[in-house]
């Protein structure tokens, strides 16, 4: 009879580990970059490369904020327009239009996809106390898809899961809370 | 193992060994207390009684000896069992077990191919030996890796295999046949664990317990009376005739039987030392080193027109821009062939394939194979495995006759399926030739009729009436049989071949048989390609599928009511598609006179493509758009076109399909509206 009641004693206590992991965890280094004047970040770890905006091949019969794709260096790969994902409003592409070309979770282990960004400005060192848990915006507005919220020099930077932004084609609630 | 069994185990294997009767006896008694397996169980009341019967017997002693050596396998066996899926090396070395993997499946074959010789020559003493190595190395790299059901069983058969190679015991068909059940047993597991290192949910495991019972039955010498040699190699040599032809054999089919089998060994033996200069590498690496090679062959030819550079005439330059471009075309051609495997690996299967469903049928059938060499694509040859298998069960099933039925139309008894693979220019064709009865027109139609396939009167050709028997639901077997006969297949296997962009025929002749030819590309890596233009686009078509483009004179295009657009092309009148259209890009013209048209044909069915412009032919390497856009409709792939951007390559049957459910869509709002 012992036994069971010794589970759910390390149970609790994998949760409360979980939890604090997860804390641990989002600390860490941050790609920022912008669209219009909002200010992102996500982590260092899941991007590739950054490389600037050149012709993308349109693919038919796709959602409007994938743009098509490009070539990787041989690889093909599908490109996302985050203002588009977002549901902001589309933009001009300029010199500082940038392709970060991240690495996501997909169902047979990782994939690149490149996001279309307005521009990069820098890497953020972060620790675990920059980072506050998302804020709760009320019943409406879904919080998955963001890690939290990271306040950098006066300014808040919102950081996104992106293996999330880039796996879930309904993301109309994050796109209002843009707005 | 059990500890205290273990010990007991010793105990008694030491007084039999001092000859203590008493003491045996009594190990054995308190080693049954200590025992859970009613099987073991029953072992160990077995030797106790053997014990206390007699016992100056020396072939008795030998037996209780033997029997607990089983009872110790047994018992660690049993351990195995207790914990089949935790093995702890599939967590710790996923590699190591990767590995084993591929090991055992190697020798798989060896055993496979090997049994199948020893079925016509069972003591051929090199095959015995090969055959018992790989079970041999099968178990210690199973014990090593803790996979105890794979190590008990093939402990078990090693030991069968050992009392063959010894002379002790004469491999007959039955068996051969465990032997083949076994090594599909531990094909089975291996296949489960493949899947486990892949993180994929662990099936249960398949209880291979009965059959290492029967497995272990043999070894007693219960159950299946193997036939012991009386050192009279004749009576081997007459014993295997007998198996080998079944009926009545002639001394001269024994000698080319003998001959075949020979030469089959030989052939073996060779390819297996051209493994070893092989090594193996890693598929996902191989495919990245094609892509850097593309990308090479791009930045080459980027290089090399560059108007700066051509427009240089420098002699040395030109010169040593010529040399760069040959190694490139070197580098590509080897790495492509890289991927390139030959088709033997295939084949091999097919003969167990024919052994087993000929014996089922209840008909005789050997197989011939040509060009096994013939070197396709990986991708290819997996593919290619199941549509394969499925032609060659369909002509044992309807094509060879039985027996006596082709004794009495003057064949031989045993019918021949053949196997042939060549190289013709730049496809590979395979040829499934049976010569059996053939494919009886008469049948085909009016079951066609029947099935509402074709219209009553409908006139054809022979070969369509062929092709007919690739329609869904389609069989003409008069009754199903559990190998074939239900009409699901050749649909799929035509489907399959198509999906290989390949090609399926059927040649055949009453009372001689059947031929399949297929004819497919060497590799799916590369397509050649008809680049074109629609909008600012760049699209490609595989060439394959591409009869003649030309630019339409005024009125060739017309609106029939109700089909939509339909152009002439050489007196046939063919449904256009507006490729624009079709995929939401804005085309550059609209009126058909300025625009160029491609007949297209897909599945059988022609049709015409308005683009805006040709742009060129190339060789292009087909790439996954991803996995997100892997489903796009009427998309293919992808391809990096000589500039470095990428092009889209179509899928025309989509394409295809996708206008005719636009027209049904067109017609029934039609019909509203009136």
Not at chain 2, 356 to 369: F, I, P, Y
Not at chain 2, 432 to 442: C, E, F, H
Not at chain 2, 483 to 505: F, H, W, Y
Request: hydrophobic share 45%.
């Amino acid at each position: 009879m012992a036994t069971p009641s010794v589970n759910t004693a390390s149970a609790g206590a994998a949760v409360i580990a979980a939890a604090a992991r997860t804390k641990e965890e989002r600390a860490g280094k941050y790609l920022a970059f912008h669209l219009g004047p909002e200010e992102f970040g996500i982590q260092v770890l899941k991007v590739r490369e950054i490389m600037g905006i050149q012709e993308i091949t349109a693919v038919p019969h796709t959602p409007l904020h994938t743009k098509g794709v490009i070539n990787l260096r041989g690889k093909v790969i599908p490109v996302v327009d985050l203002r588009l994902k977002f549901s902001m409003e589309e933009a001009e592409y300029t010199q500082r239009t940038c392709i970060i070309v991240t690495e996501v979770g997909g169902e047979n282990g990782t994939m690149l996809i490149g996001a279309v960004v307005d521009g990069v400005s820098e890497v953020l060192n972060l620790s675990a106390a920059d980072i506050e848990d998302t804020p709760d915006f009320g019943g409406e507005v879904a919080t998955s898809g963001l890690l939290g919220m990271a306040k950098v020099k006066g300014k808040v930077k919102i950081l996104l899961d992106i293996d999330h932004v880039m796996t879930h084609q309904d993301l109309k609630e994050l796109g209002q809370l843009l707005h | 193992m059990d500890i205290q069994a273990e010990a007991l185990l010793d105990q008694a294997a030491t007084q039999l060994m001092m000859g203590e009767q008493a003491d045996t006896v009594a190990a054995l008694a308190a080693l049954g207390e200590v025992m859970q397996s009613p099987e073991a169980l029953e072992l160990a009341a077995e030797l106790r009684g053997l014990v206390e019967s007699g016992w100056d017997d020396a072939e008795k002693q030998g037996r209780v000896q033997r029997g607990l050596d089983r009872l110790r396998t047994m018992l660690s066996a049993v351990d195995g069992q207790a914990v089949p899926a935790q093995s702890s090396a599939l967590n710790q070395d996923p590699e190591l077990v990767g590995d084993f993997v591929l090991e055992a499946r190697e020798h798989l074959q060896t055993v496979e191919s090997g049994l199948l010789v020893l079925e016509k020559e069972p003591s051929n003493p090199d095959v015995l030996n090969a055959v018992f190595r790989s079970f041999h190395t099968i178990k210690g790299l199973a014990g090593f890796l803790e996979f105890g059901a794979i190590q008990a069983l093939a402990h078990e058969v090693e030991t069968i295999l050992d009392l063959a190679r010894t002379g002790q015991l004469l491999m007959t068909p039955r068996l051969i046949d465990l032997t083949l059940e076994s090594s599909d047993y531990v094909g089975q597991e291996v296949h489960r664990i493949e899947a486990q290192l892949r993180g994929e949910a662990a099936s249960a495991p398949t209880d291979g317990t009965a059959l290492l019972k029967r497995v272990r039955g043999v070894i007693a010498g219960e159950e299946m009376a193997a036939s012991p040699i009386e050192s009279k190699p004749v009576a081997v040599a007459e014993a295997a005739a007998v198996e080998a032809t079944v009926v009545e054999a002639t001394k001269s089919e024994v000698a080319v039987a003998a001959v075949e089998v020979g030469s089959t060994v030989k052939a073996k033996t060779r390819v297996a030392a051209a493994d070893t200069q092989a090594i193996r590498v890693d598929t996902a690496k191989l495919d990245y080193l094609l892509d850097m090679v593309g990308e090479m062959v791009i930045a080459e030819s980027m290089v090399r027109l560059d108007p700066e550079l051509a427009g240089n005439k420098n002699p040395k330059l030109q010169r040593n821009l010529n040399q760069l471009r040959r190694v490139t075309e070197e580098v590509q051609k080897v790495a492509m062939a890289t991927r390139l495997i030959p088709v033997g690996t295939l084949f091999q299967r097919v003969n167990r394939l024919v052994r087993d469903t000929s014996r089922k049928a209840g008909k005789m059938a050997e197989v011939e194979l040509v060009g096994e060499d013939t070197q396709l694509d990986k991708t290819i040859i997996e593919e290619l495995s199941d549509p394969i298998m499925h032609m060659v069960r369909n002509s044992i099933d309807h094509g060879i006759e039985r027996p006596e039925e082709r004794r009495e139309s003057g064949k031989p008894e045993s019918g021949t399926i053949q196997l042939k693979a060549y190289r013709q220019a730049d496809h590979i064709q395979i040829e499934i030739a049976d010569d059996g009865r053939g494919l009886n027109q008469a049948k085909i139609l009016s079951k066609a009729r029947e099935r509402g396939v074709i219209a009553e009167n409908a006139q054809l050709a022979e070969s369509e009436i062929f092709q007919l028997i690739f329609e869904p639901g389609f069989s003409t077997a008069d009754k199903v049989t559990d190998i074939s006969g239900r009409g699901v297949g050749m649909d799929v296997v035509k489907k399959q071949i198509q999906k290989l962009r390949g090609k399926i025929d059927i040649h055949s002749t009453p009372g001689k048989g059947t031929t399949f030819y297929l004819k497919l590309p060497m590799t799916l890596a590369i397509v050649e390609g008809l680049v074109v233009g629609v909008g600012r686009e760049r699209l490609i078509l595989p060439i394959f599928s591409v009869h003649e483009m030309f630019r339409p004179a005024e009125g060739q295009v017309s609106t029939v009511q109700g089909r939509g657009e339909m152009v002439m092309v050489r007196n046939q009148l063919l449904p256009l598609i507006r490729l624009h259209r079709s995929l939401g890009l804005r085309a550059r013209n609209e009126i058909p006179e300025e625009t160029l048209l491609i007949v297209a044909e897909t599945e059988g069915r022609r049709f015409v493509l308005m683009v805006d412009e040709f742009i060129g032919k190339q060789e292009v390497v087909i790439k996954s758009l991803g996995e997100s856009l892997r489903n796009t409709r009427g998309i293919a792939g992808g391809a990096i076109l000589g500039d470095g951007r990428v092009g889209l390559i179509l899928d025309l049957a989509a394409i295809y399909s996708e206008r005719n459910a636009k027209a049904v869509v067109l017609r029934e709002s039609v019909l509203v509206a009136c």
